[in-house]
């Protein structure tokens, strides 16, 4: 995403004090083959498929120092039966635990963090693992799926449709208590959530986005409005909700971006993004 014209105008406007003083030196990428969020099986090929395309090398020729941590490595769990139509509770919520303390270690030390999965259900790892080092985190969601079905609603029983679900407080009296999740506590507000690029929305999902009033541009929108639009619009959002974060660095603030397949989409939200503190880009 090639920054020109109002939304660059933004940036340098409002952030250009900040980007000077928390620029990140350090990427860290980490890989999650993982793939129990949902039926299909390839998907724990990421990384490996990721690494090979060249995100390293592409990432290191950019101007800062890439640390690559390697793989995660997810044992099996026994006897993992459905919960309340939930396929795989226990696999799931224990690789995202693994993963969401990897995360805020990885934040935790100073890296900015790309993480390749493996599917949606990482989302739950990653943007906790975020949330535990930066409480006040505001997360753009840029997938054509809203991945914010309750078990209750789920259409799939499969939580790689659900990660949202579980980081939402508001939604905390719609969330049965699944097995193999006792570790994770609710951290975001749904006014912290912007989604940009839905196109396909499950009925449960539709009622909660509508019920929260949760800001939302879909492929429709990005047609009509451009790209460059709706990222001003969102952003004006998110800032609006942190005047901190213009006005100084002092109340950490980060911005997760989740990134359907596309080396160069990482590639643009790490360079869109470095003028933010604690940015995320997950790959699933
Ligand atoms: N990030 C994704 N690929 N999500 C797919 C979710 C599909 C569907 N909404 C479900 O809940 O099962």
Redesign the pocket.
Known sequence: MALRGPLSRILRSKLGKCSQQTRAESVAVLGAPFCRGQKRGGVEQGPKVIRDAGLVERLSSLDYSVHDFGDLNFPPVEKDEPYMGVKFPRTVGAANKMLSGAVSRAVGAGHRLVLLGGD?SLAIGSVSGHARQCPDLCLIWV?A?A?I?TPMC???G?L???PVAFMLKELQDKMPSIPGFSWMKPFLSSRDLVYVGLR?V?PG?HLILKNLGIQYFTMRDIDRLGIQRVMEVALDHLLGRYPSLVETVRKPCGVFLEFENSINLVLSALTFNFSWRNVCCTV?
């Open positions: 949606h997938d799926h991945d079905n789920s259409p799939s499969n790689h449709g659900q396909d499950d999902e699933s």
